[in-house]
């Protein structure tokens, strides 16, 4: 391989990355306007519908290994295959957390939960993520920084949220009284789990956009900053 195919082969891998990246904000955007409407059937297309991305997964995985194998790169080089092959490793569990939003969605009862707007945090999370794919495609150094201070800002967000679910439960049950007679404990359990960990994995995402950030970052300036 001259070198010059080499680099165009590097372009195509960031051009896949980028492309990879946009299937899963949009899986992901799906996942949170089910979670916004409560429509379960399309958060079951959704939770049901990961296969595309795990393809793509495994075929840019491949990519980057034959990329290492086909010509020995220079620093700079192995720093991006190196930072694409990890980032592609984010965009894959992201895609996973869009199905689990969607299968929350598809099985929630909702009976004892307080009224929340769970999707806004989501929406701020999703544009952390895209915003992070952006910086990557641009090599954008300042970007990958400003990320990580918004990711701080969701997760106190998201720490908000956990503590309101739980004193919204207490101040419920202490309002019905000690007989408890109008409670079923298992199905309060389930909605307040699932609410729980659709917190958690909002979460969850925001974290894999920064991940994203601190890999292109070290790729640009072999800073390694934001990794943790």
């Given at each position: 391989m001259t070198r010059?195919?080499?680099?165009?082969?590097l372009n195509a891998l960031r051009s896949d990355v980028a492309e990879m990246g946009e299937l899963v904000v949009d899986r992901l955007d799906q996942a949170?306007?089910?979670?916004?409407?409560g429509d379960a059937d399309a958060a079951a297309a959704v939770?049901?519908?990961d296969d595309d991305v795990n393809q793509l997964?495994?075929?840019?995985?491949s990519a980057c290994i034959d990329l290492f194998a086909l010509q020995q790169p220079v620093a700079s080089d192995l720093r991006f295959v190196a930072?694409?092959?990890k980032i592609l490793t984010d965009l894959e569990r992201v895609g996973d957390l869009a199905a689990n939003l969607a299968g929350y969605v598809r099985d929630a009862d909702d009976r004892y939960l307080p009224d929340m707007d769970l999707t806004h945090i989501g929406r701020r999370a999703s544009d952390l993520v895209a915003d992070a794919i952006d910086a990557y495609v641009?090599?954008?150094a300042a970007a990958c920084r400003e990320i990580a201070t918004r990711d701080d800002e969701?997760?106190?967000?998201?720490?908000?949220?956990?503590?309101?679910?739980v004193r919204e439960l207490i101040r419920e049950r202490s309002a019905d009284g000690d007989d408890g007679g109008a409670w079923d404990v298992e199905a309060v359990l389930n909605d307040v789990s699932r609410v729980l960990l659709t917190v958690r994995?909002?979460?969850?995402?925001?974290d894999h956009g920064v991940n994203i950030a601190a890999r292109t970052l070290y790729a640009v300036d072999s800073d390694p900053e934001l990794i943790y």
């Open positions: 010059r195919d080499f680099q165009a082969s949170l306007a089910a979670l916004d409407s939770a049901g519908g997964y495994l075929e840019l995985e930072a694409s092959f641009e090599s954008d969701i997760d106190t967000l998201c720490h908000t949220a956990g503590q309101r679910v994995d909002l979460e969850r995402i925001a």
